[in-house]
C-alpha cells in the first residue's frame, strides 16, 4: 500500500490519525481507539518509503539534521496532514493527524452560540483548552473563519505548524509558522503588535512570555483566541498565574480578570456504538462573579459560577455529560468516568433502563 492509498482508506474510515511503526502494520486511531490494518507487517525499508512520500527534499535534510520533524501539508486534495516523524532505535516511523480539507462551523461541531458570540467581541482573551487530540485545533480553525465570513479585520495567527491554509474572505488573514515565518511564539507576538492586527490567534500558549505578551495583547484592545493544554477552567486561570514570573504574580489574576472573554474546555468521548465521539465541553464566560473569583484566585468556586452562568450561556462539564448521557450519545459509565462531580450524574435526572442507581 502507497502512502495515498493509505491516507485514503483511513479517511473512508473515519480515522483522526494515521501512525507508521516498524514492526506492526499500519495503524489508525477511529473514534478514540488505535485498531490495526489488515496486511502484513511494516518493515523497516516499508515504514521508510511511505514516510519520505510525504517529505521535500528541503525537509529530509532538516529531518537528517534535527532527528525530528513536524510539518503540515495538503496531500492531493486528500486530507491537510500534520506529519510527525520521529526515529526509534534509529527506524523512521511516524505520527500523521488527519484533518479534513472542508472547514466545519461551530454548530456542525456541537458547540452552543455563545462561542461564536466570543468571536465577535471587539478585543479581550478568549482560551479553548482541553487535553491532546479533543478538537481543540478544529475549533481554533472553525472560530478564525466565523470571524473571516463576518468581519473586516485583520487577523494574525502564530502556528506550530499550520494545519488549515484559510482563504481571505472579508478579512485579511496572515498566517505564521514557528521555524519558518518566525523563530518563536514571544518573538512572533512581539512584531505582530507593530503589524496593526484586529484579531491575534496563538495556536499554543506553550511559555510564560507568550502568556504575558498574550495578556498584554488583550489588555490593549486586540481580541486574542489561543488554545491551552488544560482540562478545565479553574485549572486554566491555575496555569495562567503561576506560569508567569513571581514579578508579574501580584498582578497577572487582576489583569487576567480584566481582559479574559472566556475558556472553552473540550473533551471528546466514545459514543454509545463506539463507533465515533461525541464532544463534551465546558464554557466558561467572563461575567462579575466569575471575574470576582479570578482577582481574589478562588479557584473553587469558578464551577458554581459556571453553573449559575446558565442564563448566559454558561455550562459546566458535569451539566454537558449529563445532557449527553440523557439524550443517548453516551454511556452512564462513561459519563461518571469524566465527571468531576459523579453526584450530579447520579443523583438528578431520568435514568435509563438499567443503569446502576
Avoid: W
Avoid at 167 to 176: E, F, G
Avoid at 188 to 200: E, F, Y
Avoid at 299 to 322: R, T, V, Y
Amino acid at each position: 500500500m502507497n502512502i495515498e492509498a493509505l491516507i485514503q482508506k483511513a479517511t473512508s474510515m473515519g480515522a483522526s490519525d494515521i501512525h507508521l511503526v516498524t514492526g506492526l502494520p499500519p495503524s489508525v486511531r477511529v473514534a478514540g481507539e488505535i485498531l490495526m490494518l489488515d496486511g502484513d507487517v511494516l518493515e523497516e525499508g516499508e515504514a521508510r518509503e511511505l514516510i519520505q512520500g510525504l517529505l521535500s527534499e528541503g525537509q529530509r535534510k532538516e529531518f537528517e539534521r534535527e532527528l525530528q520533524l513536524c510539518f503540515s501539508t495538503l496531500f492531493h486534495n486528500l486530507a491537510h496532514l500534520r506529519v510527525s516523524i520521529y526515529t526509534r532505535l534509529g527506524r523512521l516511523e511516524a505520527a500523521i493527524r488527519l484533518r479534513s480539507s472542508e472547514l466545519r462551523t461551530l454548530e456542525d461541531l456541537g458547540l452552543p452560540p455563545s462561542v461564536a458570540e466570543l468571536t465577535r467581541r471587539p478585543n479581550g482573551l478568549v482560551i479553548i483548552t482541553g487535553p491532546t487530540g479533543v478538537g481543540k485545533t478544529t475549533t481554533f480553525y472553525s472560530m478564525i473563519d466565523l470571524i473571516n465570513r463576518e468581519r473586516r479585520t485583520k487577523v494574525i495567527t502564530v502556528e506550530d505548524p499550520i494545519e488549515y491554509l484559510h482563504s481571505h474572505k472579508r478579512s485579511i488573514i496572515i498566517q505564521q509558522e514557528i521555524g519558518r515565518d518566525a523563530r518563536s511564539f514571544p518573538a512572533a507576538l512581539r512584531h505582530i503588535l507593530r503589524l496593526d492586527p484586529d484579531v491575534i490567534c496563538i495556536g499554543e500558549m506553550r511559555d510564560p512570555e507568550t502568556i504575558s505578551t498574550a495578556l498584554l495583547a488583550a489588555e490593549t484592545g486586540h481580541l486574542v483566541i489561543a488554545t491551552l493544554h488544560t482540562t478545565s477552567a479553574a485549572q486554566t486561570i491555575e496555569r495562567i498565574v503561576t506560569a508567569l514570573p513571581e514579578t508579574e504574580k501580584s498582578g497577572a489574576a487582576l489583569q487576567l480578570a480584566n481582559c479574559l472573554r472566556g475558556a472553552i474546555t473540550q473533551a471528546l468521548l466514545p459514543t454509545v456504538d463506539k463507533k465515533s465521539r461525541a464532544l463534551a465541553y465546558e464554557i466558561m464566560l467572563a461575567n462579575t462573579a466569575v471575574k470576582n473569583n479570578i482577582r481574589e484566585l478562588n479557584l473553587p468556586s469558578l464551577n458554581m459560577a459556571i453553573q449559575s452562568g446558565g442564563d448566559e450561556g454558561m455550562k459546566s462539564m458535569d451539566m454537558c455529560l449529563k445532557e449527553l448521557y440523557q439524550s443517548g450519545q453516551i454511556t452512564y459509565e462513561t459519563a461518571m468516568i469524566y465527571a468531576r462531580d459523579p453526584k450530579m450524574i447520579r443523583g438528578e435526572g431520568h435514568k435509563a433502563p438499567g443503569a446502576p442507581l
